[in-house]
């Protein structure tokens, strides 16, 4: 199945930016990409959507090159509160656009 | 803000059971999804309906079943359960079912078959 591709795993500190990097080659014309957020024993959690270029938020920043084959999730200022798992989803065309998400990235912020 | 409320948040079943999980959305979202999720493995699509009555398969949909009666509910069935259906299940809904789809999750079920 052509799916996304995140890293498994990144730890951070209190205060620092992080970038995640999710890989999309399937992506459909028609796609937007999107990111959520999931904590332990919770569904998860709408944090970012965009289709080209840069999209920021109240939490995050979402920035996705012309080719749209990927994108960068960006959360300033990390805090503890932050530690989660990071999904990004986006429509596969050899699916008939049908939602897929990555397998996450478990995101660790330490003091 | 939309609400996605699933009946159980813990269950325990014995293998051949037949378990029923309800999920209920307050929005009148025309999609709605069941999910489940394993670690390693993310979450993957088990069934989605787009509407009234009609199912479409997910990428697991094998040992499952679901039914969409009311626009509001949807039933994710287990007919026969088996100790590999322990599981967190999610489900969620959406608006619209174009590129800029936006699930709302519930807080899910988790599943154990004995």
């Known amino acids: 199945l052509a799916k996304t591709t995140q890293p498994i795993s990144m730890d951070s500190y209190e205060g620092q930016e992080v970038n995640i990097t999710c890989s999309h080659n399937n992506i459909a014309t028609n796609d937007y990409i999107t990111w959520y957020q999931q904590f332990p024993s919770q569904g998860p959690r709408f944090i970012i959507q965009g289709y080209k270029t840069k999209v920021t938020n109240e939490v995050a920043s979402l920035f996705i090159p012309a080719d749209r084959k990927s994108s960068t999730l960006s959360l300033p200022r990390v805090s503890l509160s932050d530690t989660a798992v990071y999904y990004c989803?986006?429509?596969?065309?050899?699916?008939?656009?049908?939602?897929?998400f990555g397998q996450g990235t478990e995101l660790s912020v330490k003091p | 803000d939309v609400k996605v409320t699933q009946s159980s948040r813990y269950l325990v079943k014995r293998t051949g059971e037949k378990v029923f999980l309800e999920c209920v959305q307050d929005?009148?979202?025309?999609?709605m999804f069941w999910y489940r999720q394993d670690p390693g493995l993310g979450l993957r699509l088990i069934y989605f309906s787009y509407d009234v009555k009609m199912k479409e398969k997910g990428d697991i949909p094998e040992g499952y079943s679901v039914s969409r009666e009311k626009k509001e509910r949807f039933s994710l069935i287990l007919e026969s359960a088996s100790t590999n259906q322990t599981s967190m299940y999610l489900c969620?809904?959406?608006?619209?079912?174009?590129?800029?789809?936006?699930?709302?999750f519930g807080a899910g079920s988790r599943l154990t078959v004995l």
């Open positions: 989803l986006v429509g596969d065309k050899n699916q008939g656009g049908k939602l897929i």
């Open positions: 929005m009148d979202h025309e999609n």
């Open positions: 969620a809904s959406s608006f619209t079912r174009s590129g800029a789809n936006v699930l709302t």
